[in-house]
């Protein structure tokens, strides 16, 4: 049977990793080696959850959310198909944003649906706090943000949070139409050693 077009990138990319793990002759190259997982701790898997609140500011003095890209005029229903943002949004243990700081939550997200509103985020939670301070976990996902929960998920982490994956659950707690500042309640379930 054919190799459906739409397959056909997988499929060499499965034959580039196999050929990698598995040469047809000769030793594997000088830049790959199987290494023993014994001294990663691999043995047990743990679920952790986290419930922290973002504060994505867009206006005044502290703002942690920058435009980097203004979205260009296209004949879209989303007005603002195409830009994108820098975040360097604080998470917080309560709601309020003076209340203790868990991390830090750093990376962009940018308009990318045409029929509603939904970014495609792509940060990294830096946590600051905890036997996790210094460790990160990279979200990447869509966020149709007016939908009540948001799914997004978790694809790797470093630090105590090596080898990770799980996913967020993000609702939005308060949202000021007037200047677009938002608190969004994130809850995280991840998989880690
Ligand atoms: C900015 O943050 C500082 C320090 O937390 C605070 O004193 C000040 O009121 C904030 N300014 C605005 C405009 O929110
Ligand atoms: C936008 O799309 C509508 C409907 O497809 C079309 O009639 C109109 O000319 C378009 N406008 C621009 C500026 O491309
Ligand atoms: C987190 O780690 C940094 C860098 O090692 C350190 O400066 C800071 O005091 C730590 N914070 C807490 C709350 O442990």
């Given at each position: 049977m054919?190799?459906?077009?739409?397959?056909?990138p997988?499929?060499?990319?499965?034959?580039?990793?196999?050929?990698?793990?598995?040469?047809?002759?000769?030793?594997?190259?000088?830049?790959?080696?199987?290494?023993?997982?014994?001294?990663?701790?691999?043995?047990t898997?743990?679920?952790?959850?986290?419930?922290?609140?973002?504060?994505d500011?867009?206006t005044?003095?502290?703002?942690?959310?920058?435009?980097?890209?203004?979205?260009?005029a296209?004949?879209?229903?989303?007005?603002?198909?195409?830009?994108?943002?820098?975040?360097?949004?604080?998470?917080?243990?309560?709601?309020?944003?003076?209340?203790?700081?868990?991390?830090?939550?750093?990376g962009?997200?940018?308009?990318?649906?045409?029929?509603?509103?939904?970014?495609?985020?792509?940060?990294?939670?830096?946590?600051?706090t905890?036997?996790?301070?210094?460790?990160?976990?990279?979200?990447?996902?869509?966020?149709?943000?007016?939908?009540?929960?948001?799914?997004?998920?978790?694809?790797?982490?470093?630090?105590?949070?090596?080898?990770?994956?799980?996913?967020?659950?993000?609702?939005?707690?308060?949202?000021?139409?007037?200047?677009?500042?938002?608190?969004?309640?994130?809850?995280?379930?991840?998989m880690?050693?």
């Open positions: 054919a190799t459906p077009a739409f397959l056909l997988f499929t060499l990319s499965l034959l580039l990793t196999l050929s990698l793990t598995f040469p047809a002759t000769g030793k594997p190259p000088a830049f790959l080696k199987s290494v023993s997982p014994s001294p990663f701790n691999l043995g898997q743990k679920l952790s959850r986290f419930e922290f609140y973002w504060h500011t867009v005044g003095a502290n703002a942690s959310s920058i435009n980097i890209v203004k979205p260009p296209v004949n879209s229903s989303i007005p603002g198909f195409g830009f994108v943002s820098m975040i360097d949004d604080p998470m917080t243990e309560k709601p309020e944003i003076g209340s203790k700081m868990v991390g830090r939550a750093q962009f997200y940018g308009e990318c649906s045409q029929e509603e509103l939904a970014l495609v985020m792509s940060m990294n939670f830096v946590f600051m905890g036997w996790y301070n210094g460790s990160t976990l990279t979200v990447v996902g869509r966020n149709p943000v007016n939908q009540k929960v948001r799914e997004m998920p978790v694809v790797g982490g470093s630090g105590v949070f090596r080898f990770a994956r799980g996913y967020v659950q993000a609702s939005t707690y308060s949202f000021n139409t007037k200047t677009g500042d938002a608190v969004v309640r994130y809850n995280v379930y991840v880690h050693y």
